[in-house]
């Protein structure tokens, strides 16, 4: 009889006291789905929804929650299957706090679930792009991507080409800087060449 007089009068200062008090008093013995409905904030309803396994309501609630929930949104994110979206907000975290290792674990994980992104090529084996800038214009405006394979007198750096090369560091690098100047040139990137001030 004492021991129901002394629920009875527990749940009634707990009735007094609020919803919160409940919702605490539900979290303590382990019920957080019975503590969700009464909670207010909700990044804490959010985290009552993820220890009770609803995990789609708990993103909802950790997105309704803003900035201060980006680490438990990330785990929500993880646990609905949106990978990409979770890899972006541990992202977010670790920009915030690059010394945070538990998100650092998280975005590692997160990241190894998620298949690599593979490209098509054309048949020399990358994307062609071919540059063509008017005097004055902007580069990026003029680029145009091919769908062909490369000119003939290009090549692509396969066993063959390196083969092809003599073993002379210096004639490699001459070679690459004048393929450099000639893309800087075509892009519109080169200065003129000023006359002579002697």
Do not use: C
């Not at 749940?11 to 409905?37: D, F, I, Q, S, T």
């Not at 207010?40 to 995990?55: F, H, I, N, R």
């Not at 990409?84 to 706090?97: C, E, I, M, Q």
């Not at 214009?137 to 063959?160: C, H, M, N, T």
């Amino acid at each position: 009889m004492i021991r129901g007089l002394l629920a009875a009068a527990g749940v009634a200062l707990v009735l007094v006291a609020g919803r919160p008090a409940m919702a605490k008093l539900m979290l303590v013995l382990g019920l957080p789905g019975l503590a969700a409905p009464l909670l207010q904030d909700p990044a804490v309803q959010g985290v009552a929804l993820y220890q009770a396994g609803d995990y789609a309501a708990a993103d909802d609630a950790f997105r309704r929650a803003g900035r201060g929930s980006t680490y438990n949104r990330g785990l929500s994110l993880a646990a609905t299957g949106d990978l990409p979206l979770s890899r972006a907000y541990f992202d977010a975290v670790l920009f915030a706090n690059p010394a945070d290792s538990e998100a650092r674990e998280n975005r590692n994980e997160v990241n190894s679930r998620i298949p690599p992104n593979v490209g098509r090529a054309n048949a020399a084996g990358r994307i062609a792009a071919e540059a063509i800038a008017e005097a004055g214009g902007s580069p990026v405006d003029e680029i145009k991507r091919l769908g062909r394979q490369l000119e003939s007198g290009r090549r692509v750096a396969d066993a063959a080409w390196l083969e092809a090369l003599n073993d002379d560091p210096g004639e490699f690098l001459h070679m690459r800087l004048e393929a450099e100047h000639r893309r800087r040139m075509s892009l519109g990137l080169v200065a003129a060449e000023e006359g002579d001030p002697w």
